[in-house]
């Protein structure tokens, strides 16, 4: 309730985006870039950007939200609504292969290798649900782990972590301000950025007013 009622009043930190085209060049190496954090960190940063998802949607997604159909190319994910999506009723997003197109990386693709990646591991069962991006302990990360996990990736393409002020860049919505962006610069128009993200407020044109 303080949160819907403070939110908006006075400069609110805005998480950064980050630099997609870097994003999609790095090493997309398993090992976890933070202390208990996500393994397939950059495959995280990657879907987590194409879906527009805040950190703890990602963390905490299970490998039966996602639905392939693989004749048409599609990776389908089933998500919360919305923040206030308290009963986790959920909608589903759907996304097809992006190759060919101005996008510099796949999400179809991207789903596919990493479930490949995820079924090879030895805690994986078909009949038990497990964390998409588990830890090495194969439990799903804590949200701070994954903030720490996409300021790692902000180092290693150069980006600061802090502004002039000394507030701290990166943050759980680092993703969807970077999806946001790039489907902006893309020329889909806004209101079908809102549908994607599932918000139905104006934060999604502070997101997309750098595009």
């Known amino acids: 309730v303080t949160r819907s009622v403070e939110r908006g009043i006075g400069p609110a930190r805005q998480s950064c985006s980050f630099e997609f085209h870097k994003l999609a060049l790095l090493d997309r190496s398993a090992r976890p870039l933070a202390a208990a954090g996500p393994q397939q960190p950059v495959h995280l940063a990657l879907l987590a950007s194409l879906f527009l998802l805040r950190e703890i949607e990602a963390s905490t997604a299970l490998s039966n939200a996602w639905v392939f159909d693989h004749p048409k190319c599609e990776v389908c ?14 909608v589903s997003r759907k996304l097809g292969c ?8 796949c999400p179809y693709h991207i789903a596919c290798a990493h479930l490949g990646w995820l079924q090879a591991q030895p805690s994986y069962r078909d009949d038990t649900p497990t964390p998409l991006f588990p830890t090495e302990n194969g439990t799903a990360a804590a949200a701070a782990k994954v903030v720490e ?63």
């Open 77 to 90: 994910w089933r998500l919360p609504a919305s923040k206030t999506d308290h009963l986790a009723l959920g």
């Open 98 to 105: 992006f190759c060919g197109s101005a996008m510099e990386a």
């Open 149 to 211: 996990t996409f300021e790692e990736l902000g180092l290693l393409m150069g980006m600061a972590l802090f502004n002039s002020e000394g507030m701290r860049l990166f943050g759980g919505h680092t993703p969807r301000v970077t999806g946001s962006r790039l489907y902006a610069a893309c020329g889909i128009e806004v209101n079908k950025i809102r549908i994607l993200a599932r918000h139905s407020g104006d934060m999604i044109l502070r997101y997309v007013a750098e595009a």
